[in-house]
């Protein structure tokens, strides 16, 4: 099922020439843009809204992120599984990519991040609509990265759920262990 959820959308690749460049933007570059807009968005907006106590919540975004992007790498180590273009010589493949493919780190990066936003939104005083939308984003960029040929939609998933676990993890141990008032 994975393999043919994979041929599915990978099957969409080289059929435009302007949806190709669609997709390796969003697979490749949309998530510099999306760093760069999280970053601005939380050190200007944050500051703005809650003052010395947005830090914390600053905190909690980059620590999850952070975290999640590092279990990702050792978990490839640990996990040793093929990209899609490895192991069929029939994969469409848009963009690059290396190393090995579980879980996917701009999946679990980007979905850390995303939960991350979510959960702090009420107690930074962002708008609701921050957390979603930096949700859509990930699951872009995760979809992209299926087209391009170089995850399975396992890795995307996997990814998706590692890095909403340790965002859950890392606000629930800031709010029991550390007792912060975070989320």
């Given at each position: 099922m994975n393999n043919d959820i994979f041929f599915f959308f990978n099957n969409l690749a080289h059929q435009s020439v302007t949806f190709d460049k669609v997709i390796v933007f969003t697979a490749e570059t949309l998530p510099y843009v999306v760093i760069t807009l999280a970053g601005l968005f939380l050190l200007f907006f944050l500051p703005a809204q809650a003052g010395r106590k947005s830090w914390r919540e600053l905190f909690l975004v980059f620590a999850s992120s952070g975290v999640a992007y590092v279990f990702s790498k050792i978990l490839k180590i640990l996990i040793h599984t093929n990209r899609p273009f490895v192991e069929f010589s029939n994969?469409?493949?848009?963009?690059?990519?290396?190393?090995?493919?579980?879980?996917?780190?701009?999946?679990?990066?980007?979905?850390?991040?995303?939960?991350?936003?979510?959960?702090?939104h009420k107690k930074a005083g962002l708008p609701a609509q921050a957390g979603y939308v930096f949700?859509?984003?990930?699951?872009?960029?995760?979809?992209?990265?299926?087209?391009?040929?170089?995850?399975?939609?396992?890795?995307?998933?996997?990814g998706f759920v590692l890095g909403a676990g340790i965002s859950y993890l890392v606000a629930y141990l800031a709010k029991n262990v550390y007792n912060t008032d975070t989320v």
């Amino acid at each position: 099922m994975n393999n043919d959820i994979f041929f599915f959308f990978n099957n969409l690749a080289h059929q435009s020439v302007t949806f190709d460049k669609v997709i390796v933007f969003t697979a490749e570059t949309l998530p510099y843009v999306v760093i760069t807009l999280a970053g601005l968005f939380l050190l200007f907006f944050l500051p703005a809204q809650a003052g010395r106590k947005s830090w914390r919540e600053l905190f909690l975004v980059f620590a999850s992120s952070g975290v999640a992007y590092v279990f990702s790498k050792i978990l490839k180590i640990l996990i040793h599984t093929n990209r899609p273009f490895v192991e069929f010589s029939n994969v469409q493949v848009l963009g690059s990519a290396t190393g090995f493919a579980f879980p996917s780190g701009h999946a679990t990066f980007f979905m850390a991040l995303a939960i991350a936003i979510f959960l702090i939104h009420k107690k930074a005083g962002l708008p609701a609509q921050a957390g979603y939308v930096f949700i859509i984003f990930a699951l872009l960029i995760g979809l992209a990265r299926i087209v391009a040929g170089v995850h399975f939609p396992v890795d995307i998933l996997g990814g998706f759920v590692l890095g909403a676990g340790i965002s859950y993890l890392v606000a629930y141990l800031a709010k029991n262990v550390y007792n912060t008032d975070t989320v």
